[in-house]
T-cell receptor, first 113, second 115 residues
Framework: DQQVKQNSPSLSVQEGRISILNCDYT??????FLWYKKYPAEGPTFLIS?????DKNEDGRFTVFLNKSAKHLSLHIVPSQPGDSAVYFC????????????FGTGTLLAVQP | DSGVTQTPKHLITATGQRVTLRCSPR?????VYWYQQSLDQGLQFLIQ???????AKGNILERFSAQQFPDLHSELNLSSLELGDSALYFC??????????????FGEGSRLTVL
């Protein structure tokens, strides 16, 4: 059973425009949500996170929004740059003693110059 | 560079064989996590060790096992390999078992191909 879902396998946007990546989850016990970026032949790298007690977290061009009632989060990238082209993974954690992350299947973002 | 080192980067082997993947966590990190990424799949959590002790188990097959040594490096052993075991295997580390920030630091992965 897929607790974290990214229903869009790919997304293409023009440079300078907004990129919106979406993620849905089913487990209401998740207390932390993260976005990771992955380039080919590299490991995932942490991008931004949000606690379940917040509804928005911003870091430069990246903003994550959390809608707990809808069990939905999104990552906004404004303005998008060609260097943002990568696979973006949504992940969630129940925290507690393990801190293990449950990942979605990823969305491939292509930013066209 | 995340500070997490995985070896080997690539490995090709035959069905029925056994391989060992190695991971050195970031300096100071006590927790090591293993993930599997198959084609078109997300990262599937396999197992976590914290300071030498198994802390959490995910969808890890019985043919797979792992351990964390006193120097905190970890090894993932895959035996009786099948074609479907071909995947990228990632190791990640974090400072604490329950850091409450969720951030893990990933290595570059070991790509296993079973022929």
């Amino acid at each position: 059973d897929q607790q974290v879902k990214q229903n869009s396998p790919s997304l293409s946007v023009q440079e300078g425009r907004i990129s919106i990546l979406n993620c849905d989850y089913t487990n209401s016990m998740f207390d932390y949500f993260l976005w990771y970026k992955k380039y080919p032949a590299e490991g995932p790298t942490f991008l931004i996170s949000i606690s379940s007690i917040k509804d928005k977290n911003e870091d430069g061009r990246f903003t994550v929004f959390l809608n707990k009632s809808a069990k939905h989060l999104s990552l906004h990238i404004v303005p998008s740059q060609p260097g943002d082209s990568a696979v973006y993974f949504c992940a969630a954690s129940e925290g507690g003693a393990t801190n293990k992350l449950i990942f979605g299947t990823g969305t491939l973002l292509a930013v066209q110059p | 560079d995340s500070g997490v080192t995985q070896t080997p980067k690539h490995l090709i082997t035959a069905t029925g064989q056994r391989v060992t993947l190695r991971c050195s966590p970031r300096s100071g990190d006590l927790s090591v996590y293993w993930y599997q990424q198959s084609l078109d799949q997300g990262l599937q959590f396999l197992i976590q060790y914290y300071n030498g002790e198994e802390r959490a188990k995910g969808n890890i097959l019985e043919r797979f096992s792992a351990q964390q040594f006193p120097d905190l490096h970890s090894e993932l052993n895959l035996s009786s390999l099948e074609l479907g075991d071909s995947a990228l295997y990632f190791c990640a580390s974090s400072v604490l078992s329950g850091a409450n920030t969720g951030e893990l630091f990933f290595g570059e992965g070991s790509r296993l191909t079973v022929l």
